[in-house]
């Protein structure tokens, strides 16, 4: 055998050894960048659980919160206004079919149609309690009435009424919202009042 190919033999022995060598090196080295990695992905995915979880409970607070202002609507659509007429005066009725409502005033009489109607106030020749613009409070199931007179331009009383009008409430629900309700049927959220 001659010295080349003992020589040519070594070198293999000692790439093939060398391989092997590096071959067991790489798979421990590979274990960690295997782990790393699947650890990423557990991360992902409990990020996007995480996320998902905020998403449902923000969905369920946004469901939460409608249904609580849809409750406060209906409850608010329970103060009801009516009108009548007596002797040249509007009557005007305010029946609380909700719970108690406090700071309930009235804003505004608004005749309906032609006519010589231009402002309005309270009859001054009724006892105090139809003369009362403003209640503290109405509890569930009460009822406050006020007279009012409509007038010309120039602040004299038109005894002639309209066929129809239209009243202005405010006032504020037990959970301390403020709501303006008309006669027409509508009752509306407001801020709460300034003065």
């Known amino acids: 055998m001659k010295a080349s190919d ?12 060398a391989a092997s ?10 274990r960690p960048a295997d782990q790393a990695e699947a650890q990423v992905a557990v991360a992902r ?7 998902l979880q905020i998403d449902q409970q923000t969905a369920k607070d946004h469901q939460v919160a409608r249904e609580a202002e849809q409750a406060s609507q209906r409850e608010a659509d329970k103060v009801d206004i009516s009108l009548s007429s007596n002797g040249g005066s509007i009557v005007v009725a305010i029946t609380n079919a909700a719970r ?3 700071e309930v005033e ?3 009489v608004t005749p309906l149609g032609d006519g010589p109607w231009h402002s309005w106030k309270v ?13 503290p409070r109405i509890n569930h199931g009460d009822r406050k009435q006020v ?15 309209p066929g129809e009008a239209r009243v202005k409430i405010r006032f504020c629900d037990d959970e301390g919202q403020w709501w303006v309700s008309d006669t027409g049927g509508t009752t509306t959220r407001i801020a709460p009042p300034n003065d």
């Open 6 to 17: 003992v020589i040519a033999g070594i070198a293999v022995v000692i790439t093939l050894g």
């Open 21 to 30: 060598i590096s071959i067991h090196q790489a798979k421990p080295a590979k």
């Open 45 to 51: 995915e409990a990020n996007q659980l995480t996320r």
């Open 100 to 102: 108690m409502i406090t």
């Open 106 to 108: 009235l804003l505004n």
């Open 123 to 135: 009859n001054p020749n009724v006892g105090r309690e139809l003369r009362t613009t403003h209640w």
């Open 147 to 161: 007279a009012v007179w409509l007038l010309d331009a120039h602040g004299k009383q038109v005894r002639q009424l």
